[in-house]
């Protein structure tokens, strides 16, 4: 069984700065993926970044990149630069198609 | 790019009528998906199929069936409406075959459906 966790329902950043959202997981397999979508107010969620377990460097997409910590069981998506657009809500998902419960991030101009 | 079209964007139903709702993607993607999303509780899936006329349950089945004669069509069924189904509900397909976990999912834009 998976477990994805997202313990923090709201965040909020200036435009221009970075920010971090949180996730952890729990697996029992020995090779996985991990995602971060983003469902921006048009309700069209699209895939952010996604990264392989067995890879010790972190993803990277632009200004999206992840801080992978396997040990601790620790998946969190990084914002640098912090766009009005990037407002929405960010679900970290895993595994066998589980979803986090979603984090809404509001950007302040 | 890949499309996932969801039929309707905003549905309104009656306690107790049978309620279909349809996706179709473009791409010839062989898995599809159903999920609903509630607040607070993200996204939950309901059925998958990885092929035409197979489908499995997902972590909440209960009240729901699926059907899927064609690659490119999924339907979701709500065989007797009740309140407790008003929902968004999201379709999804990914490719290859099975359900691979590596996979990108594309997503329809959702369907919230109320159940008066």
């Known amino acids: 069984a998976q477990t994805v966790t997202q313990s923090q329902p709201e965040m909020s950043v200036q435009e221009a700065e970075t920010v971090t959202l949180s996730c952890t997981y729990d697996t029992s397999e020995s090779d996985y993926y991990l995602f971060w979508y983003k469902q921006p107010p048009s309700r069209q969620m699209i895939l952010v970044i996604r990264q392989e377990a067995y890879k010790q460097q972190n993803a990277t997409e632009n200004r999206f990149s992840v801080n992978f910590q396997k040990a601790a069981k620790s998946f969190s998506l990084k914002i640098s630069d912090s766009q009005l657009g990037d407002a929405a809500m960010y679900f970290c998902a895993g595994g066998k198609l589980t979803f986090g419960k979603g984090i809404t991030l509001s950007v302040r101009p | 790019d890949v499309k996932v079209t969801q039929s309707s964007r905003y549905l309104v139903k009656r306690t107790g009528e049978k309620v279909f709702l349809e996706c179709v993607q473009d791409?010839?993607?062989?898995?599809m998906f159903w999920y609903r999303q509630d607040p607070g509780l993200g996204l939950r899936l309901i059925y998958f199929s990885y092929d035409v006329k197979m489908k499995e349950k997902g972590d909440i089945p209960e009240g729901y069936s699926v059907s899927r004669e064609k690659k490119e069509r999924f339907s979701l069924i709500l065989e007797s409406a009740s309140t407790n189904q008003t929902s968004m509900y999201l379709c999804a397909s990914s490719y290859p075959q099975g359900i691979a976990t590596n996979e990108k999912l594309f997503f329809g834009s959702g369907t919230q459906l109320s159940v008066l």
């Open positions: 791409m010839d993607h062989e898995n």
